[in-house]
């Protein structure tokens, strides 16, 4: 069963670029595209994580986060005609701050993530404890549906995978269209060069199990002859998303 993949622009940041790729670019500022992912699945519709909340809170704005009015996640849902209370199921990647930022906006929603992330969420540890703000996921009348480890057939055509690393229950979603499979790893795959050079990402909770999960998501690529959407690669979000998903 095919389901359309449409990206939601939510704005980006200005990044050191060794935060994506260890130990390469330091001291080069790019731009880190923030986005989501709408699945339109023909018994459902699926988001892929919810970008930042509000920008102006003390741990996002230190960021300093750009994103207009027009990238809005609630506005980039009425672009597809769709308000937040029409998303039956959000699966959120991880739990870091620009990733379930604007979950508080889905309560009529079925929310997925695996329970390693959630535990960890709650009790970070300390050099992971940044990414984590718990106003962001711990949100009176969501309850969240966890998974212990990889979920396939979460509808006909749907499948999570677990890929820890970048956090401690990190998981992906690979989506069957009628052009192929896609492949959202969120922050298992920061950018190009994570995915094709093996250039281990600058931040993460595990770096072993980091280079794993890249080359897992690898794997099913070329497996499945499958898309992969790198999360925070502008080069990619300018040129062929843009192209493709037309942004």
Same mark, same amino acid.
């Given at each position: 069963?095919?389901?359309?993949?449409?990206?939601?622009?939510?704005?980006?940041?200005?990044?050191?670029?060794?935060?994506?790729?260890?130990?390469?670019?330091?001291?080069?500022?790019?731009?880190?595209?923030?986005?989501?992912?709408?699945?339109?699945?023909?018994?459902?519709?699926?988001?892929?994580?919810?970008?930042?909340?509000?920008?102006?809170?003390?741990?996002?704005?230190?960021?300093?986060?750009?994103?207009?009015? %027009?990238? $809005?996640?609630?506005?980039? !849902?009425?672009?597809? @005609?769709?308000?937040? #209370?029409?998303? +039956?199921?959000?699966?959120?990647?991880?739990?870091?701050?620009?990733?379930?930022?604007?979950?508080?906006?889905?309560?009529?929603?079925?929310?997925?993530?695996?329970?390693?992330?959630?535990?960890?969420?709650?009790?970070?540890?300390?050099?992971?404890?940044?990414?984590?703000?718990?106003?962001?996921?711990?949100?009176?009348?969501?309850?969240?549906?966890?998974?212990?480890?990889?979920?396939?057939?979460?509808?006909?055509?749907?499948?999570?995978?677990?890929?820890?690393?970048?956090?401690?229950?990190?998981?992906?979603?690979?989506?069957?269209?009628?052009?192929?499979?896609?492949?959202?790893?969120?922050?298992?795959?920061? %950018?190009? $060069?994570?995915?094709?050079? !093996?250039?281990?990402? @600058?931040?993460?909770? #595990?770096?072993? +199990?980091?280079?794993?999960?890249?080359?897992?998501?690898?794997?099913?690529?070329?497996?499945?002859?499958?898309?992969?959407?790198?999360?925070?690669?502008?080069?990619?979000?300018?040129?062929?998303?843009?192209?493709?998903?037309?942004?």
């Amino acid at each position: 069963m095919n389901s359309v993949v449409k990206i939601l622009d939510l704005g980006h940041i200005n990044v050191d670029k060794s935060v994506l790729t260890m130990g390469r670019g330091i001291g080069e500022i790019v731009i880190s595209p923030s986005w989501a992912a709408l699945i339109d699945h023909p018994e459902a519709k699926i988001l892929v994580d919810t970008g930042f909340g509000d920008v102006n809170l003390p741990h996002i704005a230190a960021w300093n986060v750009k994103r207009s009015e %027009t990238q $809005e996640i609630a506005y980039q !849902l009425k672009g597809y @005609g769709l308000e937040p #209370d029409d998303i +039956d199921i959000v699966i959120n990647t991880h739990l870091h701050y620009d990733h379930c930022g604007n979950n508080a906006l889905f309560k009529k929603s079925r929310f997925i993530v695996q329970l390693t992330e959630l535990r960890g969420a709650y009790v970070p540890p300390i050099f992971n404890k940044d990414a984590y703000n718990r106003l962001d996921f711990d949100i009176d009348g969501i309850e969240y549906d966890t998974l212990e480890g990889d979920y396939f057939n979460l509808l006909p055509g749907i499948d999570i995978v677990y890929t820890p690393g970048h956090s401690m229950g990190h998981q992906s979603v690979m989506v069957k269209t009628a052009e192929g499979p896609i492949i959202l790893p969120g922050d298992a795959v920061y %950018t190009r $060069e994570n995915y094709e050079e !093996l250039i281990l990402p @600058g931040y993460a909770y #595990d770096l072993e +199990d980091s280079l794993r999960s890249i080359k897992r998501i690898k794997k099913l690529a070329y497996d499945y002859q499958g898309q992969v959407l790198f999360s925070h690669d502008y080069t990619f979000l300018n040129t062929k998303m843009k192209r493709v998903y037309g942004l």
